[in-house]
């Protein structure tokens, strides 16, 4: 899951960074408005984080922009303004969600996990594919209760894939949806962490779960978890 | 008294004076008329009897007339000029001397009777002998119907009075409703406005010139209020939002660190971190403090003989570890005998602002400084630096709270943005100013004025 935060001061952008990285997501930071819209009219980001008061552009006009736009990603507006005046002028202008700054980090990930969940049509956190669990909060996959031992990046590219069963992901997509700009990417990458995830899938008696399209990239499997997996 | 009692009470007076003047002029000019009118009939009474008697060869008198026509009509005596009653219709006469025209008697009986006396010359009057030609002829009438007619005026007059009050009062009560309806109308108006209504205005339309006027005068006092109210509203809006940034970074930052074990190189980090954000929070509060003490009427400085050199001086030490860590060399220009009537503490707020702010856009290796200068009744205090300077776009806008410039916005340099609020505060308490200006040798330069 990718999601852009706006945010520009320093400090709390840095803190929220490496939070919600910890929490599994990738997160690609803008310091000001006018990045912020470059950046989401860019990349297809799952979710974006964004501050009200910003320079050069403000939030409200970004969010304005990016639904004039089209742009459906759901928004987590921050605001250090709490008047109830400042949280319908953020609704109207097509906020999904408005937290109100100083806010518990706790509070921020979860409102996070629900803007995602909508987007991937989730009620809850727990996703259940049959034989296979994934806990999105707890960050946690089970097969048959039994809880499979994957890495961070492991479960986000599981989530990923999980989500939008029997979609054909390319590399690049997956690559997008797993690191941040700054970091340099090479989608050989991918290949490494499926085969990981395949091989501890496997040894869970889940083979088969990610296939291969060959020149297209991956698709997660949701037939091969027999009938009860498909949503 | 009420408006509504005054117009009332004026109103009466003024009908009763007016009424009671014309009444006792009118009375008094009735009686007259009437009195001159009766005169006038008893005088052509007079003539017609006077042509009427004649002298008998016997020098008895004889009224060639129909007898029934005096007899019926008003009582008349003929005498002679001694006073000898020739004839006489059967009336109680009352005594009588030698009058001549129209007089007033009272008879015996207490009856009041105009007379009317004139001397005539009877026809046949050589008949009379005695060598007299002019007999005196009297003709009375009662006064009683006059009087009557006085009485009844004067009644007539109390109804008038009394109309006229009862009619007057009404109408004036009419009167100040219809005049003090709009001013009824305008103060239940403004007792509807309130703190949180402050956008009302009371209507003006269909206002006489003169409520219009003092309308229009109350509406523009609530235009200034709600100016400044919604000043008052963004600043607290602004200050609130000012604190709450460092409040997050604070929260959030402690809050990640604290959802697993870290390393102590990075809860050092993350203390660091919390520490420079709950600086910014405290440097805020100072200045939110400072600004309202600085708003605070200018009565309430405690004004005492500051010697400028001295401060300064104080100041000198007070930056010097800051000074020395930033590379900056510190200038002073002072006139050492310079003493201004000021409040010390405020004043020292002022020229740390100044110096404060001087400092923090002075590269390593520049220079600020501190200049003061006698300028007839005013000190000029400028404190000036090496540094960027001050783009003139953003010059207007300097000394607004919270006004950031961009260089500062796109670095993140620390500072609250009250600095310059405080110092423009503080210099308009002392009934001073500041204004910027360029410093001859590049950089800002501003300019703080005082009364001396």
């Given at each position: 899951m990718r999601v852009l935060l706006a945010e520009d001061t320093p400090a709390l952008a840095a803190s929220l960074v490496q939070g919600l990285t910890e929490e599994g997501l990738t997160v690609d930071l803008s310091r000001d408005g006018e990045d912020a819209l470059h950046q989401a009219t860019e990349i297809p980001y799952d979710a974006i984080i964004l501050d009200r008061m910003m320079p050069k552009l403000d939030g409200l006009t970004v969010l304005r922009r990016l639904r004039a736009q089209g742009r459906r990603t759901p928004v987590l507006l921050l605001t250090a303004l709490g008047e109830v005046g400042d949280r319908v002028a953020g609704l109207d202008a097509g906020a999904d969600d408005y937290l109100v700054k100083p806010f518990a980090f706790a509070e921020l990930l979860a409102r996070v996990r629900a803007l995602l969940r909508r987007e991937y049509g989730q009620t809850t956190n727990v996703v259940d594919l049959g034989p296979l669990q994934l806990d999105l909060g707890a960050r946690v996959a089970r097969v048959d209760g039994r809880p499979l031992e994957l890495t961070a990046r492991e479960f986000a590219l599981l989530e990923v894939l999980a989500l939008r069963p029997d979609t054909t992901w390319s590399r690049t997509a997956l690559v997008e949806r797993l690191y941040a700009e700054e970091i340099e990417r090479d989608s050989n990458v991918i290949d490494v962490f499926v085969a990981r995830l395949r091989k501890k899938l496997e040894a869970a008696g889940l083979p088969e779960l990610i296939r291969t399209q060959r020149g297209a990239g991956y698709r997660f499997d949701a037939g091969s978890l027999g009938p009860g997996a498909s949503r | 008294m009420s408006l509504t009692a005054r117009l009332l009470l004026l109103v009466l007076g003024l009908v009763a004076l007016v009424l009671l003047g014309l009444g006792l002029y009118l009375g008094g000019a009735v009686a007259q008329w009437s009195l001159q009118a009766q005169d006038e009939e008893l005088e052509r009474r007079a003539d017609a009897i006077a042509a009427a008697v004649k002298v008998e060869r016997s020098g008895e008198l004889e009224?060639?007339?129909?007898a029934g026509e005096h007899e019926g009509g008003l009582p008349f005596r003929v005498e002679t000029l001694e006073g000898v009653v020739l004839f006489q219709t059967g009336f109680d006469w009352p005594a009588l001397g030698a009058e001549r025209g129209a007089v007033t008697r009272q008879t015996r009986s207490g009856a009041e009777l105009r007379i009317f006396s004139r001397p005539f010359v009877p026809e046949?009057?050589?008949?009379?002998?005695?060598?007299?030609r002019e007999l005196l002829l009297r003709v009375a009438a009662p006064t009683a119907a006059l009087s009557a007619l006085a009485t009844r005026f004067r009644v007539g007059l109390a109804v008038a009075l009394a109309a006229g009050l009862l009619l007057g009062g009404l109408g004036a009560l009419v009167i100040a409703r219809t005049f003090l309806a709009p001013v009824h109308r305008l103060s239940a108006e403004a007792a509807t406005i309130e703190e949180r209504s402050l956008s009302r205005r009371l209507?003006?339309?269909?206002?006489?010139p003169e409520l219009g006027r003092l309308a229009g005068a109350f509406n523009a006092v609530l235009d200034r209020l709600e100016a400044a109210f919604g000043r008052q509203q963004q600043f607290v809006a602004r200050a609130s939002h000012s604190l709450r940034t460092p409040l997050a970074s604070i929260l959030a930052q402690a809050e990640v660190s604290l959802r697993r074990e870290r390393s102590p190189e990075e809860y050092r980090e993350a203390l660091a971190t919390i520490a420079q954000a709950a600086r910014e929070a405290a440097a805020l509060s100072t200045g939110l403090l400072a600004l309202s003490r600085a708003d605070a009427s200018a009565a309430a400085l405690q004004k005492e003989p500051v010697r400028l050199g001295e401060l300064v001086e104080e100041l000198r030490r007070l930056f010097g570890a800051r000074l020395e860590a930033a590379g900056v060399a510190l200038e002073l220009d002072l006139d050492p005998s310079l003493v201004l009537a000021a409040d010390r503490a405020r004043l020292r707020e002022l020229l740390e602002a100044l110096l404060d702010n001087a400092i923090t856009w002075t590269p390593r290796g520049g220079r600020v400084g501190v200049r003061s200068r006698v300028a007839g009744p005013e000190v000029e205090l400028d404190v000036w630096d090496t540094g960027p300077g001050i783009p003139a776009e953003e010059r207007p806008h300097l000394f607004e709270r919270f006004f950031r410039g961009a260089a500062a916005a796109q670095h993140h340099?620390?500072?609250?943005?009250l600095g310059l609020a405080i110092v423009e505060a503080i210099a308009q308490a002392h009934g001073g100013s500041v204004a910027v200006a360029d410093n001859p040798g590049g950089g800002a330069q501003l300019r703080v004025r005082l009364p001396a």
């Open positions: - | 009224l060639e007339d129909e046949h009057a050589e008949r009379l002998g005695d060598g007299q209507t003006t339309v269909r206002l006489a340099a620390p500072g609250s943005g």
